[in-house]
Each structure stands twice: as C-alpha cells, then as structure tokens.
C-alpha cells in the first residue's frame, strides 16, 4: 500500500518548537519532491514549504527563517521542523510527494503531488 503517514503533530505554546514528520511506505521518496500544506478551519489550504529532488527549498513568506524542511532517505522520511511558533501557525498539516525530475523546481501547485498524508494538528495556544 502507497501511503505517507505524518506524525508529530499537537499542542504547544506560542514561540515553542515541534517537529512533524512524513513517512513514505511502499514506495521511496529519493525521486520525489515533497511538500507541506497547511489548512487552518476557515481557510483554503496552503503551501509552507517543500524540498525538492535536489533537496533545494521553497518557503512560504509567513515561515521563512523558523521552518525548515530536511528528509532522511535511509528513513524514507521528510521532517517539518517548526520554530517560534505562532497561534496563526494552528491548522491541519499535510505532507504531498510527487516524482519530478531532479531539475524540476518545487512549488505549491497542488496538482504537482499525488501523494497525500491524512493530516496531523497543530494547535499553537497559550
């Protein structure tokens, strides 16, 4: 069975840190670019950050300098690693994997990933 499985989520205080993560199984994540959404209640879903093949970074300008992304190929798992957290940071997160070339330059077009998690919370409250 394809799937990703994300982990990690949950409640935290504003300027804390948490670490999501995303695990592929069935299938390896070497060829593939990943990318974390985000889905606050009330808002469209949106685009964080991803890594593409290279391993070179797109950001979302509301996370640039406390969000990092980094995959772990001997784990077959991309990590979300969230710092200074905000209360606008809470919303459901999503990992999405899709193959691309290792040229190929990630973004957040939704169509580019066919790999989707279930999603996992993340509720920043003090």
């Known amino acids: 069975q394809l799937q990703l499985v994300e982990s990690g989520g949950g409640l935290v205080q504003p300027g804390e840190s948490l670490r999501l993560s995303c695990e592929a199984s069935g299938f390896t994540l070497d060829s593939h670019a990943i990318a974390w959404f985000r889905q606050a209640p009330g808002k469209e879903r949106e685009g964080v950050l991803c890594?593409?093949?290279?391993?070179?970074?797109s950001y979302a300008d509301s996370v640039k300098g406390r969000f990092t992304v980094s995959r772990d190929k001997a784990k077959n798992t991309v990590y979300l690693q969230m710092n200074s957290l905000k209360p606008e940071d809470t919303a459901v997160y999503y990992c999405?994997?899709?193959?691309?070339?290792?040229?190929?330059?990630?973004?957040?077009?939704?169509?580019?990933?066919?790999?989707w998690g279930q999603g996992i919370q993340v509720t920043v409250s003090s």
């Open positions: 999405a994997s899709g193959w691309h070339s290792v040229g190929w330059v990630c973004n957040f077009g939704e169509y580019e990933y066919d790999y």
């Open positions: 890594i593409s093949v290279s391993d070179s970074n």
